[in-house]
């Protein structure tokens, strides 16, 4: 089946051909001194103990701090803990506290302040969704359960140093650490707020919430005492836009400063001269997927699923349709985690795929594939669709609005499904064990319901290895089985793409939300036309 990604994004470029001109820096309603960004979403909360969406995590890693910090290499820096030790046998941490790191209402962390927040994150009537990134720790499951008051495994030790013990080596837990659930808040306004704490934060980041009009807007102020050094700009608007038109639209009238570069816009920027030397990319930690129901017939078979992986020309759609915005997927692990070599990866072969298929005497089978509503999501399964037509299997496409379609593939109603999944934190681990983990069925991750105990085990002992080069021997064990498997189609790793105004400088792609605390970036108003 050929291809025109062209067709896809004509609407769009007619639009922007009007609106393509040189633009200045003067909307009256700009506030001085402030960068614009476009959010797709409204945050649905601003309290770390909550936050379970990427608009909502990207404006707390600006409001609040954590033990630990990643640094430009996806290693582990210091952030309100100046250092930390492990002991040996990978069960203790302990962090020394910087000295004079202050929340909003003028008030010094402590030690204590983390084993609080933490904890909170833990108690049942705080009810995140968060509880799985401390739920190794000694003493959490008594804790979630009410048979404990505390939770052992959290240890104030006078007020600068904090200990936390695991039940068992995990090797992935300082990473999780740079998550927004770890962040530190303070009690005394958690408890005066209440329900009010999640739009009213108070925390330890460069920046403040200033001002939220839910659905319309969000402005965060400079803070002048931050430990980390002061923001080079007064504060940081996030406009929430929906439509990526609309969002495009207000960035080429120079109402937005900074947009993550939708892909129905990219062809247009890319071949423009002027604005192709203001888009910054960087490879995401991600992998795109066809996701194919390994717990009933057909798709129980991994004979089958490979067939399945045979029969599509990821290379060719992801050259053409998708205008090579990513980089081909080996396995589920992003090149950008990996430390290790794959094996040689499914290639492109449909005779294979059509004698796979006959053999089993499968000729003219017939699945369904349900897809969510998004334009460019239902071509590229339309795509998929005639590569498998092409080798005897026939694919009935359903499209669902988002929030049903999640549903769906949740409860393993689909044949074959697309999806992405997203590092919550930059370790091999959170490739595998939520995805393919028998434990993990349905909305744990592993929604193609994937069960081999071999790869279970191998995963276990990654995650409880303490020498890291044993780690990585596990989970290379494990991708290499779950790739023979082919529970997924490895598509792509998805590239970011971002594209900035002219007069803003120093702005930079993050692998990860948590890494954007706003500091970096500014406005060369040389660079700003009047």
Known sequence: MSFDPAKTIGGILLVLALVVQPLSCTSSNRLEGYVYYRLNASPSTLDPALIADVSSAAIAAKLYNGLVRLDDGLGIAPDIARKWSISEDGLRYTFLLRRGVRFTNGREVKASD????????????????????????????????????????????????????????????????????????????????????????????????????????????????????????????????????????????????????????????KNDEKWSRYILSREGLNTYYLGMNSSRPPFDDPELRRAVSYAIDREKILNTFYEGRGRLAEGPVPHLLRRWKTGRPIEYDPERARRMIRKKGLEDLEVDMYVSADREVVDLAEII?????????????????WSAYKDAVNKGEPDMFWLSWWADYPDPENFLFPLFHSRNLGPGGNRVRYVNREVDSLIEKGQYAVDEEERDYFYQKAEEIIIEDSPWVFFWHKTDYVITQPWIKGCRVYPVYSMDKGTDIMIDSSAVRR
């Open 114 to 269: 983390f084993k609080y927040s933490f904890e909170r994150v833990l108690d049942p009537s705080t009810r995140s969704p968060n509880t799985w990134v401390f739920d190794k720790v000694e003493g959490a499951e008594e804790f979630l359960k009410g048979r404990a008051g505390e939770v052992r495994g959290f240890k104030a030790k006078g007020d600068y140093v904090f200990e936390i013990t695991l039940k068992r080596p995990f090797s992935p837990f300082l990473s999780m650490l740079t998550m927004p659930p770890a962040y530190v808040v303070p009690r005394e306004e958690v408890e005066k707020l209440g329900a009010d704490f999640s739009s009213r934060p108070s925390g330890t980041g460069p920046f403040t919430l200033k001002e939220w009009l839910p659905d319309r807007e969000l402005l965060l102020a400079r803070r002048h005492d931050y430990f980390g050094g002061r923001s080079r700009v007064k504060g940081i608007a996030y406009r929430i836009i929906a439509e990526d038109l609309t969002a495009v639209t207000e960035f080429m009238l120079g109402n937005l400063d900074v947009i993550a570069l939708p892909a129905t816009a990219y062809a247009r920027f």
């Open 385 to 401: 669709q005639a590569y498998l037509a092409r080798v005897g299997i026939n694919v009935n496409i359903r499209q669902l609005e």
